[in-house]
């Protein structure tokens, strides 16, 4: 089933030694990759690497809840469902069908900012490929008996990710409080009233806005020749009439002056903590030392964070985080879960001493190295796949202002000082500009 991407963790890990990768390499890879913008607006972006006989590709297509109105959220979710249910030449189906028989498979997901259609097959199914991509953006049908089916789907889903899913509700709470006029408010599922609501007219105007062919992104990387994948965009994409472009996003999140604090009562054991900071977007030239700085608060056994709360004070079971760098400012998350029993204003407050401490006085420089070092990790580990190779093509090339820019990802970090990462969490770890979520378990069968 082609799902909505969870809320989870991105920060940095792995092995330092993966960040041995030579200057020499990383110019040879700049120099392969190759590009072509369609008459009708849609861009092409190839990586040969001949490897192995396979290649992957990625469409980014620049709708997500941000693209949403109130009564009518979760339709970039939705679209992420019915683009596998069949067009005017082949029905329901028939799309994963096709594929699988040349051993190639596909998926998606949605984000609060872009839809991801992620295809990996064989290198002889190129053609094939280009062709059904090109069929569903231009063909996709809007079958009533298929769009009730898909309705009930998004609703199960929604039911097992966040109505039945504690930490699921109150991140879906926490962000529609922590934002009171950005459509990041709205959760990518869609909220229960409008997905029951969508009709077959709002569904096609959706479709007509946002998958405009200049509204997408084609991100290909493996065993083929550029050339050749530009003639067969050329081909099968180009003859899709140019549209529009989609309408900007103009609304800007007013100043957050205040904590806003979300607490929810539901039967369960396990206390949960969230905290949602107001953050930079992914293109803001911060963003490389939040990351950082995320990497040294919870990622792995070592970081701060986890030692604190998890081993010497044991006042959490786990820790996590997440930035949501979309092209607005989005949020920094910390999710805590805790014992059976604790209390967590008590975990608060010890929190609250940690992330204090770390405004003002910095991190150490054993921390930054270490996260220098699980960044060019991550980075370079991603970068010996074609898959990590489409995605990052794709990632840096829509929200992080080209493509290019992915090659210069490790110098960036490695230039970073404590005194720039210092300065990212004295602009973002303000108590005035979080949300808190607090879950609180009561006993089974006793009332909420």
Not at 161 to 173: F, I, M, P, Q
Request: proline fraction near 6%; include cysteine.
């Amino acid at each position: 089933m082609k799902r909505v991407a969870p809320r989870v963790s991105r920060t940095l890990s792995g092995d330092a030694h993966a960040g041995s990768r030579s200057l020499a390499s990383t110019a040879r890879d700049r120099a392969a990759v190759r590009e072509t913008t369609l008459s009708n607006g849609l861009k092409v972006i190839v990586w040969p690497s001949a490897a192995i006989p396979s290649v992957v590709l990625n469409n980014w297509v620049r709708a997500g809840s941000r693209n949403e109105t109130r009564g009518l959220t979760g339709l970039a979710h939705f679209f992420e469902h019915m683009m596998f249910n069949g067009t005017a030449r082949f029905g329901p189906g028939e799309f994963d069908r096709l594929m699988e028989a040349r051993g190639a498979a596909s998926n998606a997901f949605t984000t609060d900012d872009v839809t991801v259609y992620q295809d990996w097959f064989p290198r002889e199914s190129l053609e094939l490929v280009f062709r059904l991509e090109a069929d569903r953006i231009a063909n996709l049908s809007f079958v009533p008996d298929v769009v009730e089916c898909e309705r009930r789907v998004v609703r199960s889903e929604r039911r097992l990710c966040v109505d039945d899913n504690h930490a699921g509700l109150l991140s879906e709470r926490v962000q529609a409080a922590a934002f009171i006029a950005h459509p990041y408010r709205f959760p990518t599922i869609g909220l229960p009233s409008d997905i029951g609501a969508w009709r077959l007219a709002d569904l096609r105007r959706f479709f007509r806005t946002y998958y405009a062919p200049g509204n997408q992104t084609f991100a290909l990387a493996g065993d083929l020749e550029p050339e050749r994948a530009f003639e067969l965009a050329r081909r099968y994409l180009a003859p899709i009439a140019r549209r529009e472009p989609p309408p900007a996003v103009r609304v800007r999140e007013p100043e957050q002056v205040g904590e806003r604090r979300v607490v929810l009562r539901r039967k369960g054991r396990t206390p949960l903590l969230q905290y949602a900071y107001k953050a930079f977007a992914a293109g803001d030239p911060r963003g490389p030392a939040l990351r950082l700085l995320l990497a040294m608060l919870v990622e792995g056994d070592a970081s701060r964070l986890h030692r604190l709360l998890v081993e010497d004070l044991k006042l959490a079971v786990e820790v996590v985080g997440d930035w949501h760098d979309g092209f607005d400012p989005g949020l920094l998350w910390l999710h805590l879960t805790l014992p059976e029993g604790a209390d967590p204003f008590a975990v608060r407050a010890a929190l609250d001493r940690e992330l204090e401490r770390v405004v003002e006085r910095g991190v150490t420089r054993a921390e930054l190295e270490r996260a220098k070092s699980l960044a060019a990790a991550a980075h370079f580990r991603q970068l010996a796949t074609i898959d990590g190779k489409a995605h990052l093509l794709g990632e840096y090339e829509v929200m992080r202002g080209g493509w290019h820019a992915l090659f210069d990802a490790p110098a960036r970090y490695e230039a970073l000082t404590r005194a720039e990462v210092q300065a990212a969490a004295r602009a973002v770890l303000d108590p005035r500009r979080r949300t808190v979520g607090t879950l609180i378990p009561t006993e089974p069968g006793r009332p909420a």
